[in-house]
């Protein structure tokens, strides 16, 4: 039997996707724009490191009086906070991405969604006392701010807006995996393509948008809380239907098209 296309680290065709991947997300502003709070930009977006600040003065606004952030570097696998551990930190991500994670059962983590330049993850209301997810590098590298908890309270605007943003993500992905539970396979892992190519995609004329992630078949498996195997399978079946392109951290997503097999896959 032929090798899955998203097998063997050891390709160099996956090394050099990967390598390409990572780099798109190793520029603290990324190829992905993230919008600054509206009391500095309004709803300008950070696509110019000569006109907007660095995810490094944003950070720092948001100690208030306290101790400017503090920049943690993780590598691919590392472990930045765990469900359950006492919420000391927010962290602002500068670069890379970060999986989210939940436990689906002992054993087995379930990956409720990915955080990228800048979002705030870790804490999602103030009076949170310890983690409720856990987070893990996903890029090969990984630049975050720690804000510490105890200067919160008194950060102004700036953190208040971040906050209110992850608190809704937070309970956004844990909505949308409450109705992903009881749907097939191939209707989740169509929805999981849907919101990635939302949050990271880059659209073009065509109507086909390009997704540049670090996703192996072993992430999206987590993602959609299948076994990796089902979760290669249904990915081929997008590709033979033409729904979705590329193959381990490049796809290009046909968005349209790919709804309306959500919603009948969904019925079935």
Request: charged letters at 20%; glycine letters at 8%.
């Amino acid at each position: 039997m032929s090798a899955s296309p998203d097998s063997g680290s050891g390709n160099p065709a996956n090394a050099a996707a990967e390598a390409a991947t990572d780099a798109a997300f190793a520029n603290p502003l990324g190829s992905l724009s993230w919008t600054l709070p509206a009391a500095d930009a309004g709803s300008a977006t950070v696509d110019d490191a000569a006109r907007w600040p660095l995810a490094a003065d944003v950070a720092a606004s948001l100690s208030g009086a306290g101790p400017r952030p503090s920049r943690q570097l993780l590598s691919k696998g590392e472990l930045l906070y765990h469900h359950g551990d006492a919420a000391s930190w927010a962290f602002l991500v500068e670069a890379g991405l970060v999986a989210l994670s939940m436990a689906a059962r002992p054993g087995r983590e379930r990956i409720i969604g990915l955080a990228g330049p800048g979002d705030l993850v870790g804490i999602h209301n103030s009076g949170q006392s310890h983690y409720l997810d856990s987070a893990t590098a996903l890029s090969q590298e990984v630049s975050v701010f720690r804000v510490a908890a105890a200067d919160r309270a008194d950060s102004g605007s700036h953190y208040s807006e971040l906050l209110n943003e992850a608190s809704l993500l937070h309970l956004q992905r844990l909505t949308d995996q409450l109705e992903d539970t009881e749907l097939p396979v191939p209707a989740r892992l169509a929805r999981t393509f849907l919101r990635l190519a939302e949050r990271f995609g880059q659209s073009n004329d065509s109507g086909a948008t390009r997704l540049t992630l670090p996703l192996t078949h072993d992430t999206l498996a987590a993602m959609v809380g299948a076994a990796r195997e089902t979760t290669s399978t249904t990915v081929q079946q997008l590709r033979d239907l033409g729904l979705v392109t590329g193959t381990r951290g490049r796809y290009v997503v046909q968005r349209t098209a790919l709804q309306e097999f959500a919603t009948q896959a969904a019925m079935a």
